[in-house]
């Protein structure tokens, strides 16, 4: 299964609203999570199954879609947030990833 | 808590043999998948393989099937990646990763981390 992210980047403001869209080659039901990735660090879970917000995660980030569909919203970007987010199928082997998004400071 | 501590960088040329480690500690061991993403440079995540130590159930993906062997000793509640021969495209940063389940009617998903293991092949 392929998962297609867009945009690969996006520069964006402080405060601004962001969306990520992942798009699957095939129908996954909701089992899909969104990863963040800081440069030299590990990814880190954000959102599960599609739309459930792993703990600890804040509230300004939210995932919604299922079978081929899904996107990544950010309410208001910090500037914690620049990184790059990943999209992750889980529906079967092999397990894939997307491109990536890198989000940079305007 | 749950920590993944991976073992340390490694330089090898190619055509030797690597084995990297993933320590893992803080709950049963025998109950939890445990996988390994690779990351080369500038590039995105690929999954290559996960465990069960449970039932020593394994899965890899197409592009490292019979190139890598995924393992596991209890003793000292480790999972291993092993290389019988690298080449310089194995050069990457590797991440070990605990496969959970995060709640009823869900898959598993990677919710735990290692830091990460680069590993360079270069002559």
């Known amino acids: 299964i392929q998962l297609t992210q867009s945009p690969s980047s996006l520069s964006a403001s402080v405060g601004d609203r962001v969306t990520i869209t992942c798009r699957a080659s095939?129908?996954?039901?909701?089992?899909l999570a969104w990863y963040q990735q800081k440069p030299g660090r590990a990814p880190k879970l954000l959102i599960y199954a599609a739309s459930t917000l792993q703990s600890g995660v804040p509230s300004r980030f939210s995932g919604s879609g299922s079978g081929t569909d899904f996107t990544l919203t950010i309410s208001s970007l910090q500037p914690e947030d620049f990184a790059t987010y990943y999209c992750?199928?889980?529906?079967?082997?092999?397990?894939?990833f997307g491109g990536g998004t890198k989000v940079e400071i305007k | 808590d749950v920590h993944l501590v991976q073992s340390g960088a490694e330089l090898k040329k190619p055509g030797e043999s690597l084995k990297i480690s993933c320590k893992v500690s803080g709950d049963s061991f025998s109950n939890h998948y445990i996988g390994w993403v690779r990351q080369k440079p500038g590039n995105g995540l690929e999954w290559l393989a996960v465990i069960y130590p449970g039932d020593s159930e394994t899965a890899y993906s197409p592009s490292v099937q019979g190139r890598v062997t995924i393992s596991f000793d209890r003793s000292v509640t480790s999972v291993f990646l092993h290389w019988e021969s690298l080449a310089t495209s194995d050069s990457a940063t590797y991440y070990c990763?605990?496969?959970?389940?995060?709640?009823?009617?869900?898959?598993?998903?990677?919710?735990?981390w290692g830091q990460g293991t680069l590993v360079t092949v270069s002559s």
């Open positions: 095939q129908g996954i039901s909701t089992f």
């Open positions: 992750q199928q889980v529906d079967n082997y092999p397990l894939t």
């Open positions: 990763a605990r496969w959970d389940y995060l709640g009823p009617g869900t898959q598993r998903y990677f919710n735990y």
